[in-house]
């Protein structure tokens, strides 16, 4: 009960922040292909970490479906559009923001959820953390690719 009380707050927790976006509308608007693009990345990494028996959720199929789909549209998902927003664009920042969150992520974040016995990922930090930061390398060049074909979502609102 105690996991599943941490996975659904860390979900709320997670969309409750967005209050603090100022133009909410207009920046869930221009972030939310790059933020859904990213969901289907991790998703595909779960289902490989599944497959491979490199991901370990305790309570069968039922509760790993679960803990992904609050995983991906809760903390990933809102995350994402955090991360787009701080770094305005700019590569050098969205970077080091995404080495920072990537890092905290593979590491204690990773540690602390194994020991509440919400997931285990059994594949060493540092390579968890390069495919997690490879990940947002692509995430980056979607929403590039995303303002260049629709140069109505490159403004300056934000």
């Not at 990345?41 to 497959?51: A, D, E, K, P, R």
């Not at 039922?62 to 955090?82: E, Q, S």
């Not at 080495?99 to 593979?106: C, E, K």
Request: charged content about 15%; overall charge positive; hydrophobic content about 55%.
């Amino acid at each position: 009960m105690s996991q599943l009380l941490i996975k659904i707050s860390l979900f709320l927790i997670s969309w409750f922040s967005v209050i603090f976006f100022p133009h909410k509308k207009r920046i869930l608007i221009k972030y939310l292909p790059v933020a859904l693009f990213s969901s289907l990345n991790l998703m595909c990494i779960i289902f490989y970490f599944t497959n491979h028996k490199l991901w370990k959720v305790k309570g069968g199929r039922r509760n790993v479906t679960h803990t992904a789909f609050l995983v991906l549209f809760g903390p990933y998902l809102v995350m994402t559009v955090w991360v787009f927003y701080l770094s305005k664009g700019k590569f050098l920042l969205y970077a080091l923001i995404n080495i920072i969150a990537d890092f905290i992520y593979a590491y204690p974040l990773v540690a602390l959820l194994k020991k509440f016995k919400i997931y285990h990922i059994k594949v060493k930090s540092f390579v968890f953390f390069l495919v997690i930061f490879a990940a947002a390398l692509l995430n980056y060049s979607f929403q590039k690719a995303v303002e260049k074909l629709y140069p109505q979502t490159k403004d300056t609102f934000v």
